[in-house]
């Protein structure tokens, strides 16, 4: 199913007659992570279910609203939730958010996920710079680009040589090291979920240079970068993907959202930091 740009703007109407906010910066809150919504000040809540054509999240821990506000100064739209491939919508509809952000004027864009770790040198609570991807999806052909192209939203063959801004990474690094923590650097495999990797998928998409692994980010950050938007995307690792786990280890979601609760004030910290900042 592809969205169309007349639906887009009747998401944009619909969250305009619900919000004087004119946000400049995009949030999206992975896994775990939607308590940092609650941070936004003078905030307009408004459910997914209340924008035409949204997709409405599935999984724990999404709650699936957006919020618009404040946040350090600056007006902010943070997507409390997000919806994933694996939940049976199409990539148009899981990427329209980042269409309606695109066209509610905002032009920098932070989106964070929780992720397995491969690098053996992460550790379960690392946060990790997204310096580049790996498209499982798309390189099979699940682009959030396929189907017609709306050459007022980006050209047909948008460049992927910088997918990650260098320098909002480097400004991360700045408000890490004010705070005395270092963070990861590293490239996102993206796979479909939303079953776990197995051991043998593991050594693939580590031999193909993958320091983490998950079932989100890349096709917003595709769409982001079609429209021209910088992106920062930041991975809380909330477990360790290795392809020899010792007898008996079993991962469950729970376990991440675990994990994830115990990152948020490190990610947090860094979040108003790079704000202030920006």
């Given at each position: 199913m592809f969205i169309t740009a007349a639906q887009v703007d009747e998401a944009v109407r619909a969250v305009r007659q619900q919000t004087q906010h004119q946000p400049t910066i995009g949030l999206v809150l992975g896994s775990g992570l939607s308590s940092l919504g609650d941070a936004v000040t003078e905030a307009d809540i408004i459910p997914f279910s209340q924008v035409p054509h949204f997709p409405l999240s599935?999984?724990?821990?999404?709650?699936?609203?957006?919020?618009?506000?404040?946040?350090e100064k600056q007006s902010v739209l943070v997507l409390q939730g997000r919806v994933?491939?694996?939940?049976?919508?199409?990539?148009?509809?899981?990427?329209?958010?980042v269409r309606?952000?695109?066209?509610?004027?905002?032009?920098?864009?932070?989106?964070?996920?929780?992720?397995?770790?491969?690098?053996?040198?992460?550790?379960p609570g690392d946060l990790m710079l997204i310096k580049d991807h790996i498209?499982?999806?798309?390189m099979a052909g699940h682009n959030p680009l396929r189907g017609p192209n709306d050459e007022t939203e980006g050209v047909r063959f948008p460049d992927m040589t910088e997918p990650y801004s260098a320098e909002l990474r480097q400004l991360a690094h700045s408000v890490a090291a004010e705070h005395d923590f270092a963070l990861q650097e590293g490239v996102y495999a993206y796979v479909a979920g939303p079953s776990y990797e197995t051991p043998a998928e593991l050594n693939l998409l580590r031999l193909a240079g993958g320091d983490a692994v998950g079932m989100s980010t890349v096709p917003s950050v595709i769409v982001a970068r079609h429209a021209g938007m910088r992106v920062l995307g930041i991975s809380t690792i909330t477990n360790l993907a290795v392809p020899n786990p010792?007898?008996?280890?079993?991962?469950?979601?729970?376990?991440?959202l675990e994990t994830g609760h115990r990152i948020i004030p490190r990610l947090t910290t860094l979040l108003h930091g790079i704000l202030k900042r920006l």
């Open positions: 599935t999984v724990a821990g999404h709650h699936g609203r957006l919020i618009l506000g404040k946040l994933h491939y694996y939940e049976g919508y199409s990539m148009s509809q899981i990427t329209l958010p309606l952000m695109h066209r509610l004027g905002i032009q920098t864009f932070i989106v964070t996920n929780a992720a397995g770790g491969m690098n053996p040198t992460f550790s498209n499982m999806l798309g010792a007898p008996g280890t079993v991962l469950t979601h729970e376990e991440v």
